[in-house]
């Protein structure tokens, strides 16, 4: 029983890091209905960033957050006038993206090898806290509370963002038709780009906490993390980013369950948990309810 | 007139075929046939989850071969001349379907006169079909999986690094010596773990140690939190995690961060990347584990072939302005086994080469230590002993607990509390 609660509550922290890791590449697609293959190469690069800060400057890998936001400005406004609406000015603008990003991707992490190199990079193991926090009695490291803790303060931030924000009405209305969104007086690039910037900065952001989660950071990581996000948000619901949520704890409790009492199959989990979902409601878990409302 | 000149052309047709006869019996058959450079066809890794490993082993290569080029090259007796090197290497990015296309591209393409394997089991079990089936020999430096070794062949030589079915021996007589009665082994789902953690079991077992907790998980695993925490729930007093690198990173975070401690923790690659693994958990993690020490951690004085451990630090130091780790010994070592093959092969045939491996197994030592392979192309020398990292100013330094004879010092068991 210890076992199951462990696992339980192990899944639900790992899922909810893992919503965040998934909603940047949901709201992105939501949106522009783009297929950002280089997710996971913003991922590394959040990590590579706190890595820097941490073992260059001696700073504390939280830093990372700001800087994160930072390269989400500074990589996501030149990306999207460059790139964007000439894809969707194309026939097929998601199988172009699908394309362009995978070039894009590739270039990331060929950049990465040559700055950083090839080998695994880690964090200091006490600088989100050194000590363990429990829960009924099930105890878990620090770092695995605090990248939790940023994770619901940033999909909190995000929905406070959508309900309460103009730009968050007039992102929710792009999502749901991008022409009728112009033809209202939505100044639909603009949302575009500040939806970018923020789908890119939450990858870097979910990538500071990458090497507390999954023990180190490396140039090769971002291919592994956009197909899990990939898991994820077909999951909760593709173009739903809050969905991405009920997606990661699904994709988090089924792999520390099978972690727990199966091992050698737990990387299998979320992929059969996503073919059996996808065959009963193909929109995902969340997927017509959440996008009618 | 027509008849004498055709006369006269079937005459020299005839004397030359003749005469091409006679050379080809009489004459070496060397003497047409040497090429301008040997040709040796590998693969490496510059990204992906082997790539540090197999960089290390490209530039433990690259540097054999400037090495023996900086003389004219190696001594290849089948044609009694020294003929230069030529390395043909291949970025397969720790991709197997990469890594088979490419190892296809070398034999059928690239025409090259030895095949040498890329880094570790993963990439190495591709070749193994390919090279047979093209009937050439493969080169491999540290694809140690049990599975490769099944069978008779001539096809296969295991050269720089034991058999995965060895590499546990010494680790499991250690842990009977000790008395250690509740073992867990956790794996990786590969022929280079599997197979080890099948031998450590199967040893213990004889011993009469039964593992309390004895799983795989995938190869690409990352997180060992939950798992620690439901090895924990086993009691165990030894807790072996056998798997690649960034398993062992991921896993000795876990359980700095976990609270956890148990008395014996066990794991691979620090004993080969001691200075990845400082750089990434840090030498407090790291004290008073265990691991395998491969050489330069551990020196062999007296070789046959080749320089000793420590001259090969010194000359690799001096010449690539960085310490050597394991990996950069094996790839160095790949060099001199092939280099003693060529010396030594009287023809210039893929058999020939096997049978001067052969010929050289067990009256071989290198910097690696003892050279010896069995028929089916698994390296039984070369044993790894098993050592404890001790703290030692602000990093660990190995000391080798067992076997006795090879010992520096005693094991501090069980591990202090952190």
Redesign the interface.
Known sequence: MALLEYALIGGILYGIFFSLVGIGLNLIFGVMRIINLAHGQFIMLGGFGAYLLARGLGLNPLFGIPLAIAGGIVIGYPLYYGVVPRLQKSQDPEMLSFILFFGIAQMIEAVAVFAFGADQRSLPQDALGSGNIGVLGQEFPDSWWVACLVSVLAILGLYLYFSRTRLGFATRAIMADRDEARATGIDVDRVSAIALIIGIALAGIAGVFVPYLIGSVSSSIGDGLTTTSFAIIIIGSLGNPLGTVVGGLVFGIGTMLMQTYYSSWSNLAPYALLLAIVLVRPSGLLGKAVRRA | MRTHVKRAWTACAGALFASGLALSAGAPAHAATAPSEIKIGTLY?????F??AS?GQYHGLQYWAAGVNKTGGVFVKAFDKKIPVKIVAYDDQ?STATATTLYNQLITQDHVNILMADFGSVLTSVAIPLAAEHHMLLIDPTGSGANFFTKKTNYLADVSIPSSTVWPLPLAHFILAQKIKRVAI?YG?NDFDASQAETLKTTLEKGGVKPVYY????T????????L??IA?HNPEAVIELGY??ND???L??L????LHFNMTFTIFPGQLLA?ME????AK?LAYTYTYPTPPLVAYPKTTLGPNTAAFVKEFTAAEKAAPNFLDAAGFNTGLIMQQMLATAPKFTQLDFHQALMDMSGKTTTLLGEFKINSHGAQMGELLPVAQLVPAGKGVTPVVVYPQDKATGKAIYPAPKK
Do not use: C, D, Q, R
């Open positions: 890794a510059s990204s992906g989850p790539a540090v960089e720790s956790v789902s799983h795989g998980v995938p690409t695993e990352s997180n060992y939190t939950v798992l925490h439901t729930a690198a960034p990173i991921a896993f975070h876990a700095a961060g976990s609270g990845l750089k990434n958990v840090g993690t």
